[in-house]
Structures are given as structure tokens and as C-alpha cells.
């Protein structure tokens, strides 16, 4: 794989916060105003311009209204068994 923020496993990973974010009814103003940043930012996120790290990843889905572990969870089920980093 792609050593990069776009690999295929990154795209999982986003995909699932977007889709969490969507299905909780939250937009990028209001999931923005809840963890004290600008709606840019989710942007820069969502599009993988921005790499999110553990803290950033547990902070954003609690501002979705999503238990960070579940998340992770379902994120893990649909990454593939080897991923290079």
C-alpha cells in the first residue's frame, strides 16, 4: 500500500467519519463549533488534506454524538489485515 494520507485505509477511515457525521444529522459548522474549531478545518479533515491523530480522532466523535470506541471498531472491521504505515 501507499505509504500516504490517501492511502486506501486512510480513505476507510475517512469515509466512516463522514458517514458517522452525516447519519448523527451533524454539519462541518456545528460538529466545528462543538470541538472549537472552524468549519475549514472539518473540511480540510473530511478531505484528507488534514490527518487526524488519536486525541483529534476521540474529540471529533464526541462532538458527533458517536462512542469514539465504536467508531473505531466499526472502522477496524473494514481495514484489511496488513496495512504498511
Not at 29 to 44: K, W
Not at 55 to 73: C, M, N, Q, S, W
Amino acid at each position: 500500500m501507499p505509504k500516504s494520507v490517501f492511502s486506501d485505509a486512510y480513505a476507510i477511515f475517512l469515509r466512516a467519519l463522514v458517514a458517522a457525521r452525516k447519519e448523527a444529522g451533524v454539519s462541518q459548522v456545528e460538529l466545528a463549533r462543538r470541538v472549537g474549531r472552524d468549519q475549514p478545518f472539518i473540511s480540510l479533515v473530511e478531505n484528507g488534506v488534514r490527518r487526524v491523530d488519536l486525541i483529534e480522532f476521540y474529540v471529533l466523535a464526541r462532538g458527533i454524538g458517536i462512542d469514539p470506541v465504536a467508531l473505531f471498531t466499526s472502522i477496524a472491521s473494514e481495514l484489511p489485515d496488513e496495512i504498511e504505515i
